[in-house]
């Protein structure tokens, strides 16, 4: 614990001129050279005991203990050869058991370098991703939701921050420029609200809200719309037709967002996202094409052959989720979708109900997709979840398996899940689920064999006793 001459009891400015840093970052060279002086921003490991020493500890096993007694009495019995018979066999497993120690070990260390954590900072004045052992004093860190704090770190300027650590001692400076505005307030994406915001001073030194999401939730908080470029009142007909604008443009499968703006001219330091993001005026709808990888469909095709029953659940419109799930062919064309909204008002046999039957589940908050999970379960499933964010911590955990992405999922999902996807692909899964079956299938031929063949030994062993 640092004194009261440590960085978190002096103002930024004074951190900055301590550790010889800028909001701008450390230069590449400078990074390096101060990588060379601390070393790598890591725990130092235990070292392993050496060969010998671990070829020794094999001798320890009970059944080789039994194993050396035995040889220690046919020595003193005179039976020299049975002696060296059993003294090879103890050799022999100590040995396999000493290669196989170490194939495990090895497979270990691949796994820790496959799940090296990173972290983004700023150097040259560039945002980069690096792996948070390269991390060095003066660095500027960026943090976003659902990632871990790095390293002690003296934190610079937040918005909405939040951690669930019991200590917090950074170094992290968030500050974007847009090409005439300065970012002065940040509202991250939240999955009840649907809708993300920024504030920015622009050259006049007004404060401009934008605001992007959920059509249906950015409607609710617009009072205007940008006609020509000017704000006209938002009455009832205009609001239906961009409705059925929203509707048709989700229909052809498009992830539409919806943009507003408006002038803020109250106080931002304790300003809520209920304060700023009220009497929008709406702008405009982004209608946006993700396709499906080409394999989905394939892979889908396998799922329904091994049994696998494959459920869609997004936070995407019912009607973009419906046409993702029939171009994938995952379901029919008089398929349905259940949202989040129709989720929360059934009861827990009403959704039992039609969990068995609906595939598709749309607009779905966080305390849905667990309540997804727990109802398949109780149901009898074995439910394998998969998720990115923050917010699917929770189901990640709940599920059986559960399956994070390597690539864009976050820290905390990562955590949660009991299976990491390094390459973000759903067909990764169900080739896991056919290796998987594969050796389970060579596990039970080969106890089947064993028992067997000792139950062929033990009645010639008895025989002659009956």
Not at 120 to 127: I, N, P, Q
Not at 217 to 229: H, I, S
């Amino acid at each position: 614990m640092q004194g009261e001459s440590g960085c978190h009891a002096l103002a930024y400015d004074q951190v900055l001129l301590r550790l010889s840093a800028s909001p701008h970052g450390l230069s590449q060279c400078e990074a390096e050279r101060r990588l060379r002086d601390v070393g790598l921003n890591q725990l130092i490991e235990k070292p392993r005991p050496g060969l010998l020493a671990r070829f020794i500890a094999q001798l320890g096993d009970l059944i080789t203990q039994v194993l050396l007694a035995a040889t220690a009495v046919s020595g003193l019995m005179g039976e020299y050869a049975d002696a060296a018979i059993i003294v090879a066999i103890v050799l022999l497993n100590s040995v396999l058991g000493l290669l196989q120690e170490w194939r495990a070990e090895k497979a270990l260390v691949a796994l820790k370098k496959l799940a090296s954590p990173t972290v983004t900072v700023r150097r040259d004045g560039d945002e980069g991703t690096i792996a948070v052992s390269q991390l060095v004093p003066g660095d500027m860190v960026l943090l976003t939701a659902g990632d871990r704090i790095p390293a002690n770190v003296r934190l610079g300027q937040a918005w909405s921050f939040e951690v669930d650590e019991a200590a917090l001692i950074v170094a992290a400076e968030k500050a974007k420029l847009d090409a005439t505005a300065s970012l002065v307030k940040e509202l991250p994406f939240d999955s009840q609200r649907m809708l993300m915001s920024v504030v920015v001073k622009d050259q006049s030194g007004k404060h401009q809200v934008f605001t992007k999401g959920a059509p249906d939730a950015l409607f609710a908080l617009c009072t205007e719309y940008r006609e020509k470029g000017r704000g006209t009142k938002l009455t009832p007909a205009i609001l239906a037709t961009l409705q059925r604008k929203n509707e048709e443009l989700a229909a052809r499968g498009l992830r539409v967002l919806g943009v507003a703006c408006r002038e803020y001219r109250g106080n931002l330091d304790r300003a809520e996202a209920a304060d700023i993001e009220l009497g929008l005026t709406f702008v405009g709808l982004v209608g946006m094409h993700d396709p499906p990888r080409p394999e989905v469909r394939a892979t889908l095709k396998k799922c329904r052959m091994a049994g696998i029953r494959v459920i869609m659940v997004t936070g995407d419109h019912a009607l973009t989720a419906l046409a993702i799930a029939r171009e994938i062919e995952l379901v029919g064309k008089e398929a349905r979708a259940v949202t989040g909204t129709e989720l929360k008002a059934m009861s827990d046999d009403e959704l039992a109900d039609v969990v068995s039957r609906v595939n598709v589940f749309a607009r779905v908050s966080p305390e849905c997709k667990l309540r997804l999970v727990r109802t398949l379960r109780r149901l009898g499933a074995v439910v394998a979840m998969t998720g990115d964010g923050i917010n699917d911590a929770p189901a990640l955990k709940e599920a059986d398996i559960g399956v994070s992405m390597g690539q864009c999922g976050t820290e905390v999902a990562r955590e949660a899940s009991a299976l990491v996807l390094q390459d973000d692909n759903f067909a990764t899964i169900v080739k896991a689920i056919e290796e998987g079956r594969g050796i389970y299938d060579n596990i039970r031929k080969f106890i089947r064999y064993l028992l067997s063949c000792n139950v062929g030994e033990c009645w010639l062993f008895s025989s002659p006793w009956l």
